[in-house]
């Protein structure tokens, strides 16, 4: 059997922004086989929100994923007014979807950006940030926040869009889509992006259906699924918009479906923006009693796919249980099908192009013994067991067979 | 394939094995099923049906370990959700991993979280805490006076 090596992405890199390991396992620059390993950031968050209360648990979620910091929030409020059987108003379903979107918009952006940096292409990486910009500006104008927005609450939102800043909104949209021609343009006539992406790390129909796959991952294989189209919520059965998506499965199919979302986000903020002119001023809540005892499933379309939020209530004020499943879980645990018998340049470009977020892949507890009470961990612990995990990491990698 | 129908036909095939159906509306069902079922209704849910796996959600209750598996009809916006009761003092349950590896983390996150067993599971090691956690520690488990 011939002599593999081991060429290691992580924990710590400087290409990605999050802690992981990937260990590639190479015969000369084919990756034979690879491997994932997680579990440097956990922070407990599926436990931690068995201790908050409702109204508490939405920034926490929000803490969940930095780039898509909405779509948690959405998926739970979408779970417990299922619970409580809550209908929220029209005006607060309005601007739901438009933080949606906007979201959608700049991650999209953030991910062109960063696939153009993988490659090695850091021109797109500028240009795709630079205007990634006035969204952000925009969210801080509606929500006061560049990211996190704490915009929902349980029954609708926490503050409204007031109907002057529509025309502001109007205006950046409007420049950020000519931006987003440009890059499209460029990005999609590329003759160097084609030949990086072009049947590299193909994902089969069949693939992202035995490892259910979601979002632009999915759609880029042929696979039409979209949870604002298929169990609408908010805004979305009001407006018209298509979904996207292509057949050939690569690198560059997910980056056209992303781009072209692009367009399709914008259009449905646009939209959005009329029916919050015609709806007259008024209420972004409901009032909410309690939350009763039963269950309940919210899902949302994140920019990188389904998030599934299920939320068990025992009738007091906070979940008795919260599971939490970003989109990136299922995504991620594709690259077996997609890296494996590529090159060594190629498997970065199709790891990176599920748009992984592994932050919201670990979410973990802290663990107590069960008969002291006491935490099995404290911290000058944990700081001595990670440089030990660091040398033990040094020493494998090193001594690898 | 709409929900009724859905209901129907597990009701034809697992007869007495189905102890429970709760309808909150055409989009949510649940249906509690034996244990053992397990493998037979995951395989008529993915295979004939064509449910996709979107996660499952295991829980510790009174009653003992609790699993929902649920399963979504992207077609009509339906999450099915398959619902078990493990036996609290040895949890375990056919692993669905070999059908499709959609399952294949969360039953590895639910085996080190709760200490469920997954019976013929391809790969059961730790899939969050390689080598760093307590060993027959399971953080999610909690104690019932």
């Known amino acids: ?401 | 394939m709409d929900t009724d129908l859905v209901i129907e036909k597990l009701r034809e095939s697992f007869e007495t094995g189905i102890t429970e159906v709760i309808t909150k509306n055409p989009k949510r069902v649940t249906v509690s099923i034996r244990p053992d079922l397990i493998l037979k209704v995951g395989e008529y849910l993915y295979k004939t049906a064509g449910f996709r796996f979107i996660i499952a959600s295991a829980l510790h209750t009174k009653r003992g370990f609790e699993i929902h598996y649920h399963f979504s009809m992207d077609k009509t916006g339906l999450v099915l959700s398959i619902h078990v009761v493990l036996d609290n003092e040895n949890p375990q349950i056919e692993s669905l991993s070999n059908m499709f590896n959609a399952s294949n983390w969360i039953e590895r996150e639910m085996h080190e979280l709760f200490g469920i067993n997954f019976l013929n599971h391809p790969n059961q090691e730790k899939l969050i805490s390689e080598g760093n956690w307590a060993e027959g520690v399971y953080p999610y488990r909690k104690e019932f006076k």
């Open chain 1, 1 to 401: 059997m011939s002599r593999k090596t081991l060429i290691p992405i992580g924990p710590y890199h400087p290409l990605q922004e999050e802690p992981e390991l990937f260990k590639l396992f190479c015969d000369g620059e084919i990756v034979k086989d690879i491997k994932w390993e997680t579990g440097y950031n956990h922070r407990g968050i599926e436990k931690l929100s068995e201790s908050k209360t409702y109204d508490q648990v939405f920034f926490l979620v929000e803490r969940i994923c930095g780039i898509c910091s909405t779509s948690h929030p959405f998926a739970f409020a979408n779970a417990v007014e299922e619970i409580a059987g809550i209908e929220i108003t029209d005006r607060a379903k309005y601007i739901r979807s438009i933080i949606g979107e906007l979201e959608r918009l700049h991650s999209h952006l953030l991910w062109v950006g960063l696939a153009g940096h993988f490659l090695g292409y850091n021109t797109v990486f500028m240009w795709a940030w630079k205007y990634r910009e006035p969204v952000l500006d925009l969210f801080e104008m509606i929500t006061g926040n560049r990211n996190s927005y704490a915009m929902f609450k349980v029954g609708g939102v926490r503050r409204d869009i007031e109907n002057d800043k529509i025309p502001v909104i109007r205006k950046i949209l409007s420049d950020v889509k000519k931006k987003a021609d440009l890059l499209t343009g460029a990005v999609m006539d590329d003759p160097v992006i084609h030949a990086r992406t072009r049947g590299v790390g193909i994902l089969t129909k069949q693939d992202v259906i035995d490892y259910g796959a979601v979002g632009p991952t999915a759609r880029a294989s042929g696979l039409a699924i979209d949870i604002r189209r298929d169990d609408p919520y908010a805004a979305y059965p009001l407006v018209n918009w298509k979904v996207i998506t292509a057949e050939t499965g690569d690198v560059f199919a997910k980056a056209e479906v992303r781009l072209l979302e692009i367009y399709e986000s914008i259009s449905i903020i646009e939209q959005c923006l009329d029916g919050l002119e015609k709806v007259k001023d008024g209420d972004v809540n409901v009032k909410v009693k309690e939350i009763p005892e039963g269950s309940g499933s919210g899902r949302a379309e994140a920019p990188r796919g389904e998030v599934f939020h299920f939320v068990v209530s025992d009738g007091s004020n906070s979940p008795a249980r919260h599971k939490i499943r970003a989109p990136s879980y299922v995504n991620i645990a594709t690259f077996k099908k997609s890296c494996i018998g590529q090159t060594i340049a190629d498997a970065t470009i199709s790891l990176a192009a599920v748009d992984p977020c592994y932050c919201c892949t670990e979410r973990m507890a802290v663990a107590y013994d069960l008969n002291s009470g006491e935490r099995i961990m404290n911290a000058s612990e944990l700081i001595s067991l990670s440089a030990r995990m660091s040398n033990e990491l040094k020493k494998n990698l090193i001594r690898q067979k």
